[in-house]
């Protein structure tokens, strides 16, 4: 590796009075040579919270074994989540929006206190999308994002399902329009395997619009969490940001405000949810682009949606 792809990390691992640092790094798996080589960080969503990140695990496992091929040292670190489809009706719902912030900032504090080359975001909730993008444009080190990966369709005799057919089903059990058979089928089938919420909602809008950014590769946001090509895609994604922490790329130089257009286009024509607004102006925020709540009209008015997803 070339001095420039451990140029930040060289700050704790060089010269005679960093011998503390080294012991300790030692301890968790460096060697010699180790410390000449870029210092890659695996900020992980996992939880056994929710099923969106509960098949994280994996895939952060995936990210550390294709960085080390790749010539990196890589070091995984967690971040916390708030699973809104639990939360909804309850007081944590408070605490939902906060944890955007939480995130990035707790991807910022692990990143920047031990002067990390570069890292690799890996979330499958709907706050981890845009808290792992707030961050990298905040610290602007290469990094790249990988989604978790949206959920398989369940099904309950004939009917395809996803987590807000549990959510009618109260409704109409409620209302006596269904029956006691049918509301706990639909429950105990809604979600079948791990993976994000299956529609447009905002996990999926989120990771759509931050491939459309160029800050994940192209399809990773169409792949589902337990498909063997999810995690491919990560250790594609891991090559990928070495040769970006190689090359000293990093996310303001690709996040343009015509980038935004795109990924407002692609959340225009599939339909997104309006959480993008939310996100993407504090995005913008972070990345110093003027980027306003009339610039969604804008893209609105140029164009149409085109599908209605539920992936």
């Known amino acids: 590796m070339s001095k420039k792809a451990n140029h930040r990390s060289s700050t704790i691992t060089q010269g005679v009075a960093r011998s503390p640092n080294r012991a300790m790094l ?31 695990g994996g895939l952060a496992a995936r990210a550390e074994t294709a960085l080390r091929e790749a010539g990196a040292m890589p070091q995984t670190f967690g971040f916390p989540t ?22 990035a900032d707790s991807i910022e504090t692990a990143v920047q206190s031990q002067c990390m080359d570069g890292f690799l975001a890996i979330g499958g909730c709907d706050k981890n999308m845009p808290g792992a993008l707030i961050a990298m444009l905040r610290m602007n080190v290469p990094s790249i994002f990988c989604y978790g990966g949206t959920i398989k369709p369940g099904r309950w005799k004939t009917q395809p399902l996803t987590i807000v057919s549990s959510f009618e089903a109260v409704g109409a059990y409620s209302a006596g329009k269904m029956a006691k058979e049918d509301f706990e089928g639909i429950e105990k089938n809604a979600c079948p395997s791990f993976g994000a919420c299956g529609g447009m909602y905002t996990a999926n809008t989120m990771s759509s619009a931050i491939e459309a950014l160029g800050l994940s590769l192209p399809n990773s946001s169409t792949m589902a969490n337990p498909d063997a090509e999810k995690g491919d895609s990560v250790a594609r994604s891991a090559a990928t940001l070495v040769d970006a922490v190689i090359k000293d790329r990093k996310p303001r130089d690709i996040v343009t405000k015509q980038a935004i257009e795109n990924a ?30 009339d ?17």
């Not at 040579?33 to 099923?51: C, L, Q, R, W, Y």
């Not at 407002?264 to 306003?292: C, E, K, Q």
């Not at 804008?298 to 164009?303: N, Q």
């Open 26 to 56: 030692r301890a968790v798996g460096f060697t010699d040579t180790d410390f000449e080589k870029p210092i890659v960080g695996i900020a992980s969503g996992h939880s056994t919270m929710n099923p969106c990140n509960a098949g994280i």
């Open 264 to 293: 407002v286009a692609v959340i225009m024509a599939t339909g997104g949810s309006t959480n993008a607004v939310l996100h993407l102006l504090a995005a913008t925020h972070a990345a110093d682009i003027d980027w306003t709540i």
């Open 295 to 311: 610039d969604f009209e804008r893209m609105r008015l140029k164009v149409p949606v085109l599908c209605d997803l539920k992936p």
């Open 82 to 103: 708030v699973t809104d489809g639990i939360s909804m009706g309850t007081d944590g719902m408070k605490f939902s929006l906060v944890s955007r912030e939480v995130i």
